[in-house]
Structure formats: C-alpha cells, structure tokens
C-alpha cells in the first residue's frame, strides 16, 4: 500500500489550495478515503472523509463549506480543495485509508507521508 500526497505549500490568509493523494497498491475504489492533519504541537485531526463511490462526504466542523473532498477512481487519486484558509489550517495533511473495506471512514489502515500547508500572512 502507498499513499503520496502533493500539493502543499504557503498560501496567504484567504488562499485557496488543492491537495492530491496518489493511492496504489491495493483496490482504491473500494476503501473510504480520508484526509487528516496535524498542527504544529498537537495531536492528529481528522478533517474529511468519502465512502468508496465518493457520493457520501463528510466533513470537519471546522472546515465544513470550506474544503471540498472528492475522489476519481479511475486515477485512484484523492483530492482536497481548501478555500478560505485560515492561521489554524497550518498543518502536515496526510492522505488515509480506511482500515478495510468494511470500515467506515475508521479506523485507518495507512497513511502517506504527509504533505505541509503552512498558511501565513
């Protein structure tokens, strides 16, 4: 199992980014899909998650109606669109997937290596 993530970097307050996570090594379409983040100093939040087929999303309250999580299948690829970054979105996001394909978002089975945001004015 991989997970890559890509897409990071320093965006100001206000920004916009689009993390990628490229999956290989197992049957993508067929495990929940999340992403997760950890500030600088604290522990791991969960911040978003998708069912297989991609047309059940949910969300983080401290991200609802800013960030966007979809999936293509057929690039076994897991996408996150953030809008409206803030300070407190700073963080290594990491790409995760459920632990089989019976679970529901959780527990996580693998996680990549994580991809920084840092946002900052």
């Known amino acids: 199992v991989q997970l890559v993530e890509s897409g990071g970097g320093m965006v100001q307050p206000g920004g916009s980014l689009r993390l990628s996570c490229s999956a290989s090594?197992?049957?993508?379409?067929?495990?929940?899909m999340s992403w997760v983040r950890q500030a600088p100093g604290k522990g791991p939040e969960w911040v978003s998650g998708?069912?297989?087929?991609?047309?059940?999303?949910y969300y983080a309250d401290s991200v609802k109606g800013r960030f966007t999580i979809s999936r293509d299948n057929a690039k076994n690829m897991l996408y996150l669109e953030m809008n409206s970054l803030t300070l407190e979105d700073t963080g290594l996001y990491y790409c995760?997937?459920?632990?089989?394909?019976?679970?529901?978002?959780?527990?996580?089975?693998?996680w990549g290596q994580g991809t920084q945001v840092a946002v900052s004015s």
């Open positions: 995760a997937r459920a632990l089989d394909t019976t679970a529901v978002i959780i527990p996580f089975g693998a």
């Open positions: 090594g197992f049957t993508f379409g067929s495990y929940d």
């Open positions: 998708l069912n297989p087929g991609g047309m059940h999303t």
